[in-house]
Structure formats: C-alpha cells, structure tokens
C-alpha cells in the first residue's frame, strides 16, 4: 500500500466512530514514509519519559535515551534538581554518555572534554594554542525536562506545551496513589524486534489478557467485566480495572491509610501519548518507555516500583520483589513473543484490517493520536 492510501486509511478510521473502528492499516507498521512522518511530528515534538526519579536519586546519578537519532540524558544537580542535555560533545560531537549509572563529571570517550553536572565545559586538555578557545563560555546544550509524579520527561521540541499542566485529567485521577514514593525495585533495557506502535497498542489492549496472559495476569479469572475504558484525549488514554474487597489480585496494604474506598483495589493503565505506558495499582507501578530505533526496532526501559508500606511489612524483602518480578517477567515474554509476531504477520501481503472490540478503545485512542500528527 503507498503511503498516501495509508495515510487516507488512517484518516479514515479516525474520523468515524468507534462502534465502526478497525485496526489501523497494516502497512504503517512498516512504511518508511510514515516512521519519517513520525519522528517529525511525534518524537521531535512530544514529551518522551526517560525513567524515573527514584532510579537516579544521587547528584551525578544519569540515564540517557536515543530520541530517534536525537541522543540525550537526564542527571541529577548538586541541588536535586533534575537537567536534561543533548547527549553530544561540544567539540567533534561524540556521545558524551552511554547508558545509566553515576558521574562526578562528564567526560567525554574521545579527547576528554570535561564537564560539570550542570553542562559547563570545565576541562579541555591541550586547548590552550587554540586562538579564542574560551570554556567558561561554553556549555552542553540543555533540554526541556518536566516531573509528573516521580516520572521524568524530556522533549527536545522549544515549542510543545508543558506537559503537567496537560496531564490534570490523569492527575485528578491518579494522584492519591502517591506513586512518586514508590521505590523502585526492578529496571532494565531491551531491544525488540518490531514496530514501537505495535507494543504501544499491546499495552493499550486489555482484549488479549484472557489468552496472551492466561498463565499470568488472568489466572485469578477474567478482568474483562471489570474493566472501564476511558475515551483518550489529546494527551493520554486510560483504562481502570476495578478490583473489590471480593476479588482482590490488587490491594492496598493496610498501612496504606490515604487511598480510600474503590481506589484501594483499583488499576490504572495508561498511555501518555506517543509511548509512555504505565499499570498503577496501590501495591504496583509498572512502566514501559517505547523509543522507536527503526521502522522495524524498538528501545525500552522498563522498571517496576513498590510502595514502602509493602516493603517495609514484608516477612521477607526480598522475597516480595522476586514475587512480584516473576509474574512481570513472564508477562514481558509474553507480550513480546506476540508483539513481534504482530509485526512480522502485518507485512503479510494478505494483512488486513478488523474490526475491533470494546477493550480496544484506547486502541483506537491512539489511532486518533497517530492521525492528529501524522496526517495534521
Ligand atoms: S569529541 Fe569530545 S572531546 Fe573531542
Ligand atoms: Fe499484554
């Protein structure tokens, strides 16, 4: 299909209404022009979560992500504050820092260049013949960076609108939880072969938990009664899995004393549009953060976080973070065996859309999303 009938496809189906919706064209999981479209429009212009607070709580403590070509990384101030910088030395414009972990100064791997926290050029070895060559003038190029709830959130765009104040409808909603306290217990890095919509979408559909999941998420019973989907926005979709006092898989701890009522035995899963995911319970945070590196080829980090009054009551520490990280890893393999089988049966010359069902609303949602950027 040309990029132009996979545009009008998408179109299309962003423009009817949902009782009528289908999945998205194949072909825009795979269509160069499209993963083009989206690094323009989407990841040069949205906020993109880079990790949490709590993984980088001393100064010097970094984490860096590729923004499709565009690398940068978040480090912790002397005064606790957060600063993100373009991930690019100011001299031959090597990577200045690789993955996560600590530093006193940035130093660059090529002809040590060294820097403060802060992006000052404090060092240049063997500069001093070079006429006008002045350090205290030059600084590393620093990003719009926002905190939401413990998340960090990077945007290398000048002109996107602040991220807080446009996440207040998830805020409202979310806030009691008190997630930004949660300590984080689990994080890590994969690669996967496939699309990044294709694990966005996965995230978003609550319709494949009683197969994919069934050795897993679903093996206290169907969640499909008990799940409500949100109609998204232009910021976020969500879904709320409502547990009771009955049916308790998710439940606060009673020392936990501010959640009250349904919010005890209550899960949100969301998506901040392009590709923050994130499943909030009282005893839980899981996040995935989808960077695309290609058309076919996806980034993650992903980190798993529990609150203190859990940790702090367990028997055994240990023992309930490795409870709780056996069901989560085996939830990952899981979705990924499926996303990456998604992607390879949509380059099928017979893929075709389908119709979708009601726990692919926010599917949709972000179908809409998609149209909003791509095709504006
Ligand atoms: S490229 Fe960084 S010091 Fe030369
Ligand atoms: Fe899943």
Known sequence: MTTERTLKALADNAAGEFAAATSSPPSIYHDENVFALEKATIFQQDWICIGRHAEMPKPGDYITRDIIGAPVFVIRQRDDSIKAFANVCLHRAARL?????????????????????????????????????????????????ASWEGFIYVTVSADVAPIVESLDCLTEHVADFRMGDYVSVYEAEETWSTNWKCLVENFMDSYHIHRVHKDSFARYGSSEDITELFPGNDVCAYQ????????MSVYAHPENTW???????????????PSHVFQLQPDLLWYVSILPQSVDALHIRWAVSIPAEILDNAPDREDAIEEQMALIHQVNIEDRSIVENVFRATASPHATVGPLSYLERNVWDFARYLFRRICA
């Open 240 to 247: 709320v899995i409502q547990e009771s006092e009955n049916r």
């Open 97 to 145: 820092l690789d993955g996560s972990g600590h530093v006193s100064r940035i130093s660059c791997p090529y002809h040590s260049w060294t820097y403060n926290p802060d992006g000052q050029l404090v060092g240049a070895p063997f500069m001093e013949q070079t006429a006008g060559f002045e350090p205290a003038s030059m600084r590393l190029k620093e990003l719009r960076c």
């Open 259 to 273: 959640l009250k009522g349904d919010d005890r035995y209550k899960t949100y899963v969301a998506n901040i549009f």
